[in-house]
């Protein structure tokens, strides 16, 4: 009971600091008040994401790009909308509750992650080219009572940040809101294809406050969009930007690149749009060859991947770049010490309630239907993550399965999970015999760029990684010891 309402009260002071600082910077002296915004933040990013804090206030200098990036969220999001996501996003989840999952990660000897995907359904109201959810129909769901379940056990490890993937999860708009309504510590990230947005839903988003959104979007030009996507949904796209931007909404574009796509993607056309939309981040996601009829010469080549690398950082620099903060799953593992799959920070639950160690990695051994949360985190195949991970030194290589395709099919085997595809599973092996090749050649090219960026072989990087935790684990201990001397 003490505990509770220490932590009650210790919200409660964030939120009256963050209202202070909202104030303060949509004043007239809101240069000055950046400082003590950042003396905020620290606390809760210093271990989420290594060398940021230095980073953050080299890029909020006056006039800087990032500093009029940030006067403009504060300026045009709804305030309920931008105060709910400090509070979820920021305390609940990168500060207490990754504190608290560092806690129960060593109380449970397993990996407890600070962020779940989770498919409410395998329906979707489109058939994109290449996206496995179109096979799948419409016949699987997680029922509210199963969401609400897994969100609770998972707020009680610590996690209160959860992505909404699919399928398409607006299928199940109703479940959505009275899911978000329910767990209003909590924050949701819909990946969406936005067909399903409207003015109704806006509004009770901007009253909830705890809902953003990733959307997909695969071209400024429209003909190229519809391409895959279909007739018409370049435009459903531009509608639901506008009004999510009318009601004060957080979102921002979830691309896949691939060999046919990434110099497309990543133009200053295509940035120039995202920003005049009011999108806020552009998500990256490397093609991966999984599912049914995937082909390997989807996979970007070499070059492209690393003209990703060295495009997506000068986007987001401190200098030049766009107004719009990218983000590449696999190209910044280094910024999140490589792999975070297996629930070392995230993991993924598809519609059938296969706990799976990633979005990209359909093999399980466990499911939310017939066990807890916590139980299915300490599954053999996720405690194989825990107890093999690092696979290499290098975060330019950090998957089991597209970098170093040699280890899944070994965890898979030694764990006894279960190829758990809906359509056509296959093997760990067979899979990974298509990524071989790729993995083989980019080895050599990760080694070289990252000596580049590295010139010590990342001995800097490996070592703060190992210091931060070290010291974010003993804090998170004397946090949880001093909250049971109070209880």
């Given amino acids: 009971m003490q505990s509770t309402i220490a932590h009650a009260a210790e919200r409660k002071t964030f939120e009256i600091a963050i209202n202070q600082v909202m104030r303060s910077i949509s004043g007239s002296n809101r240069d000055k008040a950046i400082g003590r915004l950042i003396d905020l933040v620290e606390p809760l990013i210093k271990d989420t994401v290594p060398n940021s804090v230095d980073g953050v206030r080299a890029a909020l200098h ?146 909830l406050g705890n809902i953003v959104f990733s959307v997909s979007l695969e071209s400024y030009e429209p003909e190229v969009n519809d391409g895959r996507r279909g007739d018409g949904s370049f435009e459903e796209v531009m509608r639901a930007f506008d009004l999510m931007r009318s009601y004060g909404l957080l979102f921002g574009t979830s691309t896949c690149y691939t060999r046919d796509n990434t110099e497309l993607v990543s133009s200053d056309e295509f940035f120039d749009l995202l920003v005049e939309k009011g999108c806020r981040w552009a998500w990256y996601f490397h093609y991966m060859p999984v599912g049914d009829g995937a082909s390997a010469d989807l996979m970007p080549t070499y070059e492209q991947r690393e003209y990703m690398l060295h495009r997506l950082r000068e986007v987001r620099g401190f200098e030049g770049g766009k107004p719009i903060f990218a983000m590449d799953f696999q190209n910044d593992g280094e910024f999140v010490a490589g792999c975070i799959a297996g629930g070392r920070a995230y993991c993924h639950i598809n519609a059938r309630g296969d706990v799976e160690p990633c979005v990209f990695i359909h093999y399980s051994g466990a499911n939310i239907k017939e066990q807890s949360l916590l139980d299915c985190l300490r599954q053999p195949l996720f405690q194989a993550y825990h107890d093999h991970y690092p696979w290499n030194e290098n975060h330019l290589r950090p998957c089991p399965m597209l970098e170093n395709p040699e280890v899944l099919p070994q965890m898979v085997r030694e764990s006894g999970a279960h190829a758990t595809d809906y359509v056509a599973p296959e093997s760990a092996e067979s899979l990974c015999e298509r990524t071989t090749p790729y993995a083989r050649g980019w080895e050599a090219e990760a080694e070289r760029l990252w000596s580049e960026l590295h010139p010590d072989g990342g001995q800097a990087v490996i070592a703060g990684e190992a210091a931060r935790e070290r010291a974010a684990r003993i804090e998170a201990q004397e946090q949880s010891e001093h909250v049971s001397m109070a209880s």
């Fill in 62 to 207: 006056p006039g800087s790009k990032w500093q009029q990036w940030l006067f403009d969220v504060i300026d045009k999001s709804d305030p309920n909308v931008l105060r709910t996501f400090l509070l979820n996003a920021g305390y609940e989840s990168a500060f207490r509750g990754l504190r608290t999952t560092m806690v129960n990660a060593d109380r449970y000897n397993c990996n407890v992650p600070w962020i779940i995907l989770f498919d409410p359904t395998s329906a979707c109201n489109k058939h994109c080219v290449g996206c496995w959810a179109a096979d799948y129909g419409n016949s699987l769901n997680l029922t509210y009572e199963d969401m609400d379940r897994l969100v609770t056990q998972g707020a009680e490890l610590g996690c209160h940040f959860y992505m909404l993937t699919g399928g398409e999860p607006l299928v199940r708009k109703r479940d959505v809101l009275r899911l978000a309504e329910a767990h209003r510590d909590c924050e949701f990230n819909i990946f969406t294809n936005a067909s399903l947005v409207d003015e109704e839903f806006c509004r009770e988003v901007a009253r």
